[in-house]
């Protein structure tokens, strides 16, 4: 079986990791990343720390808007398609580089097979859900994390294809996760211990390209008599110095981090704060509580076991919670047993024709 794999931006690096390590036990994978995400910190350090492959293409597409972005994919990808004929594209998540791939493949009849398929915000203005209901609808490999993912792809009258899986994030957190306690030095250069500090995120559009919204989060923070450990996106660390904004002594913003870095920060946060929608699972199986700071969620499930509040960009929410949320003790395997790249690969090899 010959698989190809497109990636580009920084969650696909982890998901693809996990996968990537059992298909190339027996088969043949082609690697392509977009160039989405290039700097060093969003991309080489990945490869790195997880042990991925050199990509056999970098389409070096960087970064501009949409359109352009994703036009760039489009034609850079499709000749490397048509020369390698692989069984299947393999895509993950949501991002331009996913909806670039899936779109290639499926022009030239190559079948897609979507990692995290069937995930919804119900929010039309997030660029992200556009890429997941496209790429969803060509797809004919469905891989979904939970029950609900599937549900949602038969609302939308998607029926073949879709297998729950479990989510690939989680086998990656499991396998990274001593080694991060082993070989992150992170906490011990910040000056941090355990539950010292709150840990935030924020890249989505509609919080950054937003001044007032940003700004706002920023401040906030700065409201808090806890510090915060803040890896800046670089989007974000763009629009914080185009407002020229310094945020209060307790915030410190640094360079975004490795992955074993990060871990090691999630596991030992006394809070998240976040619009990822990686670091709110990484929260929960780490049984960090975590703030969302959106209107909603793909991952509800984390909300519905008590885990994760969404409170948006308001002030007095996000004080409200960071203030009085205490999740329940238990927490539930939400999303599979750490075995979804086993499942995935199983699956590709009984439906390869
Ligand atoms: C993208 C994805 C988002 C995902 C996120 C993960 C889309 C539409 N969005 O958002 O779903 O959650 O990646 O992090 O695909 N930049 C750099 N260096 C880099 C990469 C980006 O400086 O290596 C800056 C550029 O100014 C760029 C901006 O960040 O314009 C945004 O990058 P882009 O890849 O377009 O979107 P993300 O916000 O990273
Ligand atoms: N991450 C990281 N360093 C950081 C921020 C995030 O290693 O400074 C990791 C995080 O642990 C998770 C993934 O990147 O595995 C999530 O990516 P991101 O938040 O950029 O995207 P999203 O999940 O929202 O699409």
Not at 40 to 61: A, K, W
Not at 167 to 180: I, K, N, P, Q, T
Not at 244 to 268: A, C, H
């Amino acid at each position: 079986m010959k698989i190809l794999t497109v990636v580009g931006a920084r969650p696909q690096f982890v998901k693809a990791a996990a996968v990537s390590r059992v298909l190339r036990e027996k088969h043949t994978e082609v690697l392509v990343h977009t160039g989405q995400h290039y700097d060093e910190t969003m991309s080489q350090v990945f490869f790195r720390e997880l042990g991925i492959p050199e990509p056999d293409y970098n389409l070096e597409v960087g970064s501009a808007g949409h359109a352009a972005q994703t036009g760039e994919m489009l034609i850079r990808m499709e000749p490397i398609f048509e020369k390698e004929k692989p069984d299947w594209a393999l895509v993950y998540g949501d991002t331009n580089s996913t909806l670039a791939g899936a779109l290639v493949a499926s022009k030239l009849h190559i079948p897609v097979a979507h990692v995290e398929a069937g995930l919804r915000s119900f929010n039309r203005e997030m660029p992200e859900e556009i890429n997941r209901v496209l790429t969803d609808h060509v797809s004919h490999l469905l891989f979904c994390p939970a029950q609900k993912a599937a549900d949602n792809l038969k609302l939308e009258g998607v029926t073949s294809g879709a297998h729950i899986v479990g989510d690939v994030m989680y086998d990656a957190v499991l396998r990274h996760s001593e080694m991060a306690d082993k070989k992150s030095t992170i906490l011990d250069s910040l000056g941090l211990g355990a539950k010292q500090y709150l840990l935030a995120t924020v890249h989505r559009a509609a919080n950054v390209d937003d001044t007032v919204t940003l700004l706002n989060i920023l401040e906030t923070l700065s409201l808090l008599s806890e510090t915060v450990v803040f890896p800046v996106h670089p989007r974000t660390r763009k629009a914080i110095q185009a407002a020229g904004f310094s945020p209060g002594e307790n915030v410190n913003l640094i360079e975004p981090v490795g992955y074993l870095d990060m871990l090691r920060l999630e596991k030992n946060a006394r809070m998240i704060l976040t619009d990822s929608g990686g670091v709110q699972k990484e929260a929960y199986w780490f049984g960090a509580p975590c703030v969302t700071l959106r209107e909603e969620t793909e991952w509800v499930e984390t909300v519905e076991a008590g885990w994760n509040v969404i409170v948006g960009a308001d002030r007095g929410r996000i004080l409200n919670a960071v203030r009085t949320f205490a999740p329940p003790s238990p927490r539930p395997n939400l999303f599979g047993d750490g075995n979804a790249s086993q499942n995935i690969v199983r699956l590709l090899e009984s439906e390869t024709r």
